[in-house]
Nanobody, 125 residues
């Protein structure tokens, strides 16, 4: 049983756009805070964005603020990450994460109960 599945990654040129999707089969999805994180080889997993259960509040890392946008569709049990003005330093594996049912997300990876397998995003210069 895979409960979170990311998709939409790929290779794009600098300045381009990409939209990631995270499909959830969690029973608690509609009441759970969600997050996006990313990790490059040899580096720590870092916070990208979070969204509350209703989508009413969002949070972004300074490195992506103004370029990325997180959203969710609870009817479709899907969370999205729209990435614009991509830079080579955005290259990483992107992971979707879900809390254990709490309505808020967190900037700390260890606060999440469920994780997807990740999707590779590569930005060329």
């Amino acid at each position: 049983q895979v409960q979170l599945v990311e998709s939409g990654g790929g290779l794009v040129q600098a300045g381009g756009s990409l939209r990631l999707s995270c499909a959830a089969s969690l029973r608690t999805f509609s009441t759970s805070g969600m997050g996006w994180f990313r990790q490059a080889p040899g580096k720590e997993r870092e916070f990208v964005s979070t969204i509350t259960w209703s989508g009413g509040s969002t949070d972004y890392a300074e490195a992506v603020k103004g370029r990325f946008a997180i959203s969710r569709d609870n009817a479709k049990k899907t969370v999205y990450l729209q990435m614009n003005s991509l830079k080579p330093e955005d290259t990483a594996v992107y992971y979707c994460a879900a809390t254990a049912g709490t309505p808020w997300g967190s900037r700390r990876p260890e606060m999440y109960m469920y994780w997807g397998q990740g999707t590779q995003v590569t930005v060329s210069s």
